[in-house]
């Protein structure tokens, strides 16, 4: 039977437990192979783990489900092998070094649990370290009998109060001081007059590297927050943010003039001509903002309350002021809330609204839609002058009322005396739409006939109110024409009519093919057939039994003694076909074949 192995510790509560055959062996719980009872060929198991204990896992990778207190001579380094044991820290992996010395490039503390008092040996640095209190305290190494590296150092300052400093010597002078709290030293330390948090470098030593953060930075000897200075290459989403008033003093007001030097904020792309800027500055008395770009444009942009994207509401080109941010009637690009003086023409290409008087003494010009708020009296005539991009005349609607049937031209008081048109409507002479007037019909009839499958006779329709009525004929073609089914299947739908006096739909009626060979067949029925296999929806007549369930109406078709002597209803669930195939005739096809069988089959 399996037996069970307790630790030395008593403190582990768990157990390995070594099985019978099979399996015989337990190798999951230690680096061993465990034998248990029955298990054959146990000498070599038994000699392999001595073995194993003998070199003590001697291999460049730690052995599998070690336990805690097992020993690895790691040879994975040939030139430093170490003797390690498994102290059980670090979940199941830490793989201790046996004289708490390590010789190796890395941190030891990355992959195992030390203890104060250990040593590492910086193979890389040629560096002794202490292990102490969770962090490595740097023994130093001599050169020429001068300090170099770093210290921990206890430090007293005025009061008498001690300080552990990290101090970083060069060549044995005090370079750099790591405190965590400020204090002066007693005595002065070379160099540090003072102690800061943070680290301290030595008067007349620099910090040359990449700083991450700094406090403070000297303008002029004077000292300035660093949070206080703007970058000048920024390159965030976001930028800087500027809290208060920013005053941009130019030095020489009368350095604005010339085309270039002037004195202002300058805006370039990195990499462009040092020509091709934009610029605000200050002339004289004007604010002035210069596209510095030959072609080059100035263009305000908005965003809308559906689009996140900007839109181009005010363009500034040389010599043109473009502003184009909508389109509706309802919502124009140009409002002008007040009187409007035009002195030369006004053209306009999109919705002109005026809401007020509009004074034009040159002439306006209109590509667009005109919205006027008020009466609009023209002294002379109207023109619909409607061209392309290329300045050709356009087709279609030149007058269009904003709202369908609603406004008149004219009225019954002020009417106009004739309207000549081409036609009215949409086609030669038509009338489009009802025509109220005392017209009796129309000029030209219009010929009426049903052509195809179904024809009929033909009559002319003038509209004036007589009754038109079409004789129709199904020709034949519309059997005769249609696509011959070459195979018949279930999916077949045949059009039949219901001649019944009492039927309550006289019209055609669609069945499927399925429908109507129910009509000629029902359950229960006995035809023959000529082949083993039955078609669709019948069943051979051997005398099978057959579930209720499954075929109720040729069960209920053989609801008598005889058969399967059951009740149609009652708690036998199966039923019996008729046994006919003693009864199946004989037959030849010819007087040398032998002879054929044809079997009954019932419907179900």
């Not at 309350?305 to 040389?318: F, G, H, I, M, Y």
């Not at 919502?331 to 009187?339: A, D, E, F, R």
């Not at 050709?392 to 609603?406: D, E, F, Q, R, Y």
């Not at 129910?518 to 082949?531: E, K, L, Q, R, V």
Request: proline letters at 6%; charged letters at 10%; one cysteine or more.
């Amino acid at each position: 039977m399996a037996y069970t192995l307790n630790y030395s510790d008593p403190s582990k509560i768990t157990a390995v437990t070594v099985p019978d055959m099979p399996p015989g062996v337990n190798t999951v719980d230690t680096s061993l192979t465990l034998v248990g009872k029955g298990y054959p060929n146990f000498g070599q198991a038994i000699d392999q783990n001595f073995l194993s204990l003998l070199e003590n896992f001697s291999s460049p990778i730690p052995p599998s489900n070690p336990i805690e207190g097992q020993l690895w001579y790691d040879t994975s380094n040939p030139a430093n092998k170490v003797l390690r044991v498994m102290d059980g820290t670090y979940g199941a992996t830490n793989w201790a070094s046996a004289n708490g010395i390590y010789q190796q490039p890395t941190d030891p503390s990355l992959t195992t649990a030390l203890k104060s008092g250990d040593i590492w040996v910086n193979t890389v640095l040629s560096q002794l370290n202490i292990y102490s209190a969770g962090t490595w305290i740097p023994v130093g190494n001599a050169n020429m009998g001068e300090l170099n590296g770093p210290f921990v150092e206890t430090i007293t300052d005025t009061t008498g109060t001690n300080h552990q400093i990290t101090s970083t010597y060069v060549g044995g002078n005090r370079i750099s001081v790591l405190a965590g709290e400020s204090f002066i030293p007693n005595p002065i330390l070379s160099g540090f007059t003072a102690i800061y948090p943070g680290v301290n470098v030595a008067s007349g030593a620099f910090f040359n590297g990449i700083s991450v953060t700094a406090a403070n930075l000297i303008v002029n000897n004077a000292l300035f927050s660093a949070g206080s200075f703007l970058r000048k290459n920024d390159t965030s989403i976001n930028g800087q943010i500027i809290t208060g008033r920013m005053l941009f003093s130019t030095p020489n007001a009368n350095n604005q003039s010339g085309s270039q030097g002037r004195d202002g904020v300058v805006v370039n792309i990195v990499g462009s001509s040092n020509n091709n800027y934009i610029q605000f500055y200050k002339l004289i008395n004007d604010a002035i903002i210069l596209n510095n770009t030959p072609g080059g444009n100035i263009v305000l942009k908005t965003s809308n309350a559906t689009s996140s994207l900007p839109n181009s509401t005010v363009v500034v080109a040389d010599g043109v002021v473009t502003i184009n941010t909508t389109t509706s009637v309802n919502n124009p690009s140009l409002v002008v809330n007040g009187p409007a003086s035009i002195s030369l023409g006004l053209s306009v290409g999109g919705t002109t609204s005026m809401e007020s008087n509009a004074s034009i003494s040159g002439t306006l010009n209109v590509g667009g839609v005109s919205v006027f708020g008020d009466d609009i009296t023209v002294d002379g005539q109207i023109y619909v002058n409607w061209l392309d991009g290329n300045g050709n005349p356009k087709s279609g609607a030149g007058i269009l009322p904003s709202v369908t049937n609603i406004y008149d031209i004219g009225s019954s008081t002020a009417t106009f005396n004739r309207i000549y048109a081409n036609s009215i409507g949409t086609t030669s002479t038509q009338v489009f739409g009802t025509f109220n007037g005392p017209a009796t019909g129309l000029a030209f009839g219009s010929n009426f006939v049903l052509k195809g499958q179904v024809t009929s006779t033909n009559f002319i329709f003038y509209g004036n109110g007589s009754t038109a009525t079409f004789n129709t004929t199904l020709s034949a073609n519309a059997i005769t024409d249609q696509v011959t089914a070459t195979y018949t299947t279930a999916t077949l739908t045949l059009l039949v009519v219901d001649t019944s006096t009492s039927a309550t739909y006289k019209g055609p009626q669609k069945i499927s093919l399925n429908q109507l060979t129910d009509g000629f067949y029902n359950a229960g029925m006995i035809i023959m057939h000529g082949s083993n296999i039955p078609p669709a929806g019948w069943l051979l007549c051997d005398g099978l039994s057959y579930p209720i369930a499954a075929f109720p109406d040729l069960a209920k078709a053989l609801q008598y003694e005889g058969f399967g002597s059951f009740i149609y209803g009652g708690v036998i669930p199966n039923f019996n076909v008729p046994d006919l195939s003693r009864a199946t005739p004989l037959y030849k096809a010819a007087s040398t074949e032998p002879l054929q069988y044809a079997n009954y089959i019932i419907k179900y």
